[in-house]
């Protein structure tokens, strides 16, 4: 079954953080953006999220994520450079359109940001499984079913791809003409909608009886197959992201009674 995760499977002391951990870095990283809105703390974010990617040998995984928001922050770079309400200082000229200092000052900052947030939330996605993730908020106090949905969602269309994969081979051997012309795929794909529907059904009836069997409705305390420990490390970090909020947090309020 194909995987829906963009998890990369590597060596890296950043892959045994405990998934708690790398959505607290997320939030931290986003806070202190908030808190303090300026360019080079945006830009001290970033270089220490590219950082970790890097140790975590996966940023090379970053760039399609990337290339995908390019168009939205070109946009962002040309409204805010034409039309920011704070426009005064004429920066350069492209012909007669007129790109001001100010709205360039603002965009770049929104720029910088998203790109920190992306990588943050890369830092997440590539180096956590899935199950790992839900696993650990399960452990922390959130409810198995809830987690159960989490995890049916990101299963449901490999399942499905799956599913339509095997049954479009078996229509094949049966001498049912699945790929040419466009007409030939329409008339293939209605056939399938039965067969992937019951399927559905039928998978998603057994996994409740295994799950009821399992005693997955009882209100007693549940057990986890895989027991892990908290590291020195990960115990560090939580403390070291209050802090890095906190500070934040003062360094503000120092510059407001200035």
Known sequence: MKSLS???????IIHEIEPINKLLYILTTILIMIIVPSIKCAVLCMIISLMLLLKANVIKKVLPIINFSFIILISIIIIQGLFNINNKTVLFNIG??????????????????VIN??????????????????????RRGLSPKIGYVLSSVLQIIPQMTSTMGTIMDAQRSRGLETEGKLINRIKAFFP??????MNSLIATRERAMALEIRAFSSKNKKTFLNETKSTKLDSSLKYIFI???????????AIWTK
């Open 6 to 12: 963009l998890y990369q499977e590597r060596d890296s």
């Open 192 to 197: 399938l909608i039965g067969p992937v529907v």
């Open 243 to 253: 802090a890095a909020v906190i500070l934040s947090i003062i360094w503000r309020a």
């Open 96 to 113: 007669k359109i007129k790109f001001y200092k100010e709205g360039m000052m603002y965009s770049a900052l929104i720029v910088i940001r």
């Open 117 to 138: 947030i992306l990588c943050a939330f890369a830092l997440l996605v590539l180096t956590t499984k899935p199950s790992d993730l839900i696993e650990d908020l399960v």
